[in-house]
C-alpha cells in the first residue's frame, strides 16, 4: 500500500510541476493549447528551426521569433464557454 501512495504522490507532483503532463479532469482544449505551447517554445529554442522557418516563410528570423511569441498567447483561439453548473 504505501508504494502505490508513493507513485500517486510522484504522479501529483509532476503533474503539479509540468503542466503538459496533464491530469484526468484535462480539458481537450487545455491539451491542444498545452501541445501548441510547447511546440513553439520547441521552436524557439532551436536556433536552426527558426532559420528553416524563416526561409520558408521569406521572413526575417526576428519576426519569425515575434509570430511564435504572438502564438502563445492563444494558439488554439478564444477558450469555449463553459457550460453552467
Excluded at 20 to 25: Q, R, S, V, W
Aim: proline share 6%; with cysteine; aromatic share 10%.
Amino acid at each position: 500500500m504505501g508504494d502505490r501512495y508513493n507513485i500517486h504522490s510522484q504522479l501529483e507532483h509532476l503533474q503539479s510541476k509540468y503542466i503538459g503532463t496533464g491530469h484526468a479532469d484535462t480539458t481537450k482544449f487545455e491539451w491542444q493549447v498545452n501541445q501548441h505551447r510547447d511546440s513553439c517554445a520547441s521552436y524557439l529554442g532551436h536556433y536552426d528551426l527558426l532559420n528553416w522557418f524563416g526561409i520558408a516563410e521569406n521572413e526575417a528570423k526576428a519576426r519569425v521569433r515575434f509570430n511564435l511569441m504572438e502564438k502563445m498567447l492563444q494558439p488554439c483561439g478564444p477558450p469555449p464557454e463553459k457550460p453552467d453548473e
